[in-house]
């Protein structure tokens, strides 16, 4: 019997019909778009994200834009991104102008590095071609970037922190959501991601209620909201008066009514997936060259269980051979992708993103993952010889 990478249906199966129940009270409603279950999924994901405002829409994508598009980002501004992550942490910053700087991890947590994060930021002040705004740390795989060294480094050099929490969302670091140190956590609700929906769609979080009613006008068309209305009288529905050049990036009803539902069970999903990843860790230590290490305070969500080994082809082939998937993420960084060979790398390049490239293993991790087909993966793994 083949063994899921990550089994979304059996989630849906332990919900006892709450998922269709959810979806066909939206059906029925007839509100399909902004609808009021998103409402009190923003509501209900800010109380959980400890964040003061929460906005849904389409994608985890939009999520990384409306912050920058709000604070004005143009050419001539340079943005400070890991390159080992998705394209979509990149991708954004070209979208208005603005210069994507790659910056290189650490070795263990494989986030963003602050070391060569500082060296970067101070590189490009000296050369004196781009202006440093804003830093975009990643919560790769689950875990918590380093935010208090990385918040500490945007105080410095007056810059913004974004926390890119597509995969993380729900990770906390000393007991907190990455929004204590960040300006702005973005998320994605992709349905491989922990929290996912059924289709696209992504949140912003902050505390900052200006930000929050400027990425509300934005994410619809830039609409007129309360702010704008200070001497105008507009008697219409805002979204016929446009204040700024906004996006068309909004949350389904039917993708809220679904969150809505995930999000009540996401605080359990937590525990067991760390149950899980301590498990693989004390199995699999002796067999592999480095399993998952998760920052001093740190509680990763587990989005990816990712090891790494010395014979990684030898490894995939065997696996397969044992009915046991993998994934390898990002096996071409950011900055080897030819759409982004033109953007800076961060001072002393980018060798441990180099390494990992050609190590890293991602194996099945997902809540429901029982014992019995854990026990599977993990013989498979020790049994590899090669």
């Given at each position: 019997?083949?063994?899921?990478?990550?089994?979304?249906?059996?989630?849906?199966?332990?919900?006892?019909?709450?998922?269709?129940?959810?979806?066909?009270?939206?059906?029925?409603?007839?509100?399909?778009?902004?609808?009021?279950?998103?409402?009190?999924?923003?509501?209900?994901?800010a109380?959980?994200?400890?964040?003061?405002?929460?906005?849904?829409?389409?994608?985890?994508?939009?999520?990384?834009?409306?912050?920058?598009?709000?604070?004005?980002?143009?050419?001539?501004?340079?943005?400070?991104?890991?390159?080992?992550t998705?394209?979509a942490?990149?991708?954004?910053?070209?979208?208005?102008?603005?210069t994507?700087i790659?910056?290189?991890?650490?070795?263990?947590?494989?986030?963003?590095?602050?070391?060569?994060?500082?060296?970067?930021?101070?590189?490009?002040?000296?050369?004196?071609?781009?202006?440093?705004?804003?830093?975009?740390?990643?919560?790769?795989?689950?875990?918590?970037?380093?935010?208090?060294?990385?918040?500490?480094?945007?105080?410095?050099?007056?810059?913004?922190?974004?926390?890119?929490?597509?995969?993380?969302?729900?990770?906390?670091?000393?007991?907190?959501?990455?929004?204590?140190?960040?300006?702005?956590?973005?998320?994605?609700?992709?349905?491989?991601?922990?929290?996912?929906?059924?289709?696209?769609g992504?949140?912003?979080?902050?505390?900052?209620?200006?930000?929050?009613?400027?990425?509300?006008?934005?994410?619809?068309?830039?609409?007129?909201?309360?702010?704008?209305?200070?001497?105008?009288s507009?008697?219409?529905?805002?979204?016929?008066?446009?204040?700024?050049?906004?996006?068309?990036?909004?949350?389904?009803t039917?993708?809220a009514?679904?969150?809505?539902?995930?999000?009540?069970?996401?605080?359990?999903?937590?525990?067991?997936?760390?149950?899980?990843?301590?498990?693989?860790?004390?199995?699999?230590?002796?067999?592999?060259?480095?399993?998952?290490?998760?920052?001093?305070?740190?509680?990763?969500?587990?989005?990816?269980?990712t090891?790494?080994?010395?014979?990684?082809?030898?490894?995939?082939?065997?696996?397969?051979?044992?009915?046991?998937?993998?994934?390898?993420?990002?096996?071409?960084?950011?900055?080897?992708?030819?759409?982004?060979?033109?953007?800076?790398?961060?001072?002393?390049?980018?060798?441990?993103?180099?390494?990992?490239?050609?190590?890293?293993?991602?194996?099945?991790?997902?809540?429901?993952?029982?014992?019995?087909?854990?026990?599977?993966?993990?013989?498979?793994?020790?049994?590899?010889?090669?």
């Open positions: 019997m083949s063994i899921a990478f990550i089994d979304l249906q059996a989630q849906r199966r332990r919900l006892g019909g709450k998922i269709e129940a959810a979806v066909m009270a939206a059906v029925e409603s007839g509100a399909w778009v902004m609808g009021p279950p998103v409402r009190q999924f923003e509501d209900e994901l109380a959980f994200g400890q964040a003061k405002h929460a906005l849904g829409c389409a994608n985890g994508t939009d999520a990384l834009v409306l912050p920058l598009m709000a604070w004005g980002l143009r050419t001539g501004d340079a943005v400070f991104v890991p390159s080992f998705f394209t942490t990149a991708e954004v910053v070209p979208w208005l102008g603005c994507p790659f910056v290189d991890v650490d070795p263990k947590t494989y986030n963003m590095d602050p070391q060569k994060l500082e060296a970067a930021i101070e590189a490009v002040k000296a050369e004196g071609r781009l202006r440093p705004r804003v830093v975009i740390a990643v919560d790769l795989f689950g875990q918590p970037a380093d935010y208090p060294v990385i918040r500490a480094i945007c105080d410095r050099h007056d810059m913004k922190l974004i926390s890119d929490s597509a995969q993380g969302f729900g990770c906390t670091l000393n007991g907190v959501h990455p929004l204590k140190w960040a300006d702005i956590t973005t998320t994605s609700f992709f349905p491989a991601k922990p929290l996912g929906c059924y289709g696209d992504g949140a912003v979080l902050t505390d900052d209620a200006d930000l929050a009613e400027e990425m509300d006008s934005l994410r619809v068309h830039g609409k007129v909201v309360a702010k704008d209305m200070q001497g105008r507009f008697d219409h529905d805002p979204k016929y008066l446009a204040m700024r050049i906004g996006m068309n990036s909004r949350l389904d039917l993708q009514a679904i969150l809505i539902e995930k999000l009540k069970v996401f605080p359990e999903e937590i525990e067991w997936r760390n149950r899980i990843a301590a498990r693989y860790n004390e199995h699999l230590a002796p067999h592999v060259a480095a399993v998952p290490h998760v920052i001093k305070g740190g509680v990763s969500v587990w989005a990816q269980y090891i790494e080994h010395d014979d990684r082809a030898g490894l995939i082939d065997h696996l397969k051979a044992e009915g046991v998937p993998t994934a390898v993420y990002y096996p071409v960084p950011m900055h080897m992708q030819p759409a982004y060979q033109r953007f800076p790398q961060g001072a002393g390049g980018l060798p441990v993103t180099e390494r990992l490239k050609d190590r890293v293993l991602s194996l099945p991790m997902h809540a429901d993952l029982d014992e019995a087909t854990q026990d599977r993966v993990i013989a498979a793994v020790a049994s590899y010889k090669g």
